[in-house]
């Protein structure tokens, strides 16, 4: 077993039996109870209420707590997405809702909105916002794809780096903008996501996610700003160039002969099979778990189960983009 750190905190095992007392890593007895109420050493019955988080959601600041890492403490945080159709044309857009704990009366909360609009050179552009009425002064940023709809960039509201460049280009000494000025904040990347098909061609596609690593508290993301091509964190994801970046991949499924299809265990979660299901696990330490899940279970609705070192804002996005459509594989 790896050793504990301020990251990889201990936590007692919460068995009811002769486990007890036994130190594992919080992420991953989390992970574990998240599909299963046993010990995973002895098989015996875990204490239900170690599945509560001992953290919480602070919603003083929605905007700020959707765009940084949830608490490492706040375990699993179940979710669903709603598929809805707005305004005169019904467009279609998605809802992501906070679930109330199961046995209480805690209501769901609607956490973010998503609205989809085509773009001139004809690729998939994502606004988020933090109201449902998706107007701009709710917007906390935005995800672009390309045209294939097999990469997919997370950004914040800052601006792109090539439009920055022309307004100084065109402003004179007097009347140039200082650095700290918002209209010329360079944006900062919050994420890639790639999609490629399978390369038998058999079976579902392959996914592969970047994200800015965390600080050494594991409290706040860092800052990945480029301001040209190479530094771009999908340029260096085909390097191999991952410094100061978290990579995760999907969770191959298991062909099961008896339904002729492929299959993952999303512990109960999920009730419909489509190719949008996806489970994301930590490409240098799968052992953690999934660190986000998301599947069908009607037509219009998703549910959505994440944890740290993941935001709000990343999980919805990155599942927004298992849900585009992609010409180059299925």
């Known amino acids: 077993m790896d050793d ?8 007692p095992l919460p068995c009811v039996g002769a486990c007890t007392g036994a130190s594992v890593h919080y992420r991953c007895i989390m992970a574990w109870l998240g599909q299963s109420g046993s010990c995973p050493l002895c098989r015996g019955p875990c204490d239900p209420l170690a599945m509560e988080p001992t953290q919480t959601l602070d919603f003083t600041d929605l905007k700020a707590t959707v765009l940084r890492p949830v608490p490492l403490d706040a375990g699993i945080v179940r979710c669903y997405v709603k598929q809805v159709y707005k305004g005169l044309f019904k467009q279609y857009g998605y809802e992501l809702y906070l679930q109330g ?30 109201t ?11 995800m672009g794809s390309n045209f294939l709809g097999t990469v997919f960039t997370l950004y914040d509201n800052g601006r792109d780096p090539q439009k920055v460049a022309k307004i100084q280009d065109a402003t004179n000494g007097q009347d140039a903008l200082g650095p700290g000025d918002n209209v010329l904040q360079i944006r900062e990347e919050l994420g890639c996501c790639t999609y490629e098909a399978n390369r038998t061609s058999v079976g579902p596609r392959k996914m592969r996610v970047c994200i800015p690593d965390v600080d050494e508290a594991g409290r706040s993301s860092k800052v990945v700003r480029p301001t040209n091509q ?27 002969e008896d339904l002729g299809a492929y299959c993952l265990d999303f512990g109960g979660r999920v009730s419909m099979a489509s190719v949008k299901n996806f489970q994301l696990i930590s490409a240098d330490d799968p052992a953690m778990g999934n660190v986000l899940q998301f599947g069908r279970v009607a037509d219009d609705m998703f549910t959505m189960d994440f944890q740290w070192p993941l935001s709000p804002f990343q999980a919805f996005a990155i599942c927004l983009s298992s849900c585009d459509t992609k010409l180059a594989c299925v």
């Open 4 to 11: 504990f750190t301020e990251r990889r905190r201990p936590y």
């Open 101 to 130: 704990r199961i046995g209480t009366d805690e209501p769901d909360r609607f956490l973010l909105a998503a609205k989809k609009q085509l773009r001139k050179n004809m690729t998939a552009n994502y606004s988020i916002y933090t």
């Open 132 to 142: 449902t009425a998706c107007d701009d002064a709710s917007r906390v940023g935005r």
């Open 230 to 256: 190479k530094d771009r964190i999908v340029s260096r994801m085909g390097v191999g160039e991952l410094t100061d970046l978290i990579k995760f991949i999907n969770r191959e499924p298991v062909f099961r």
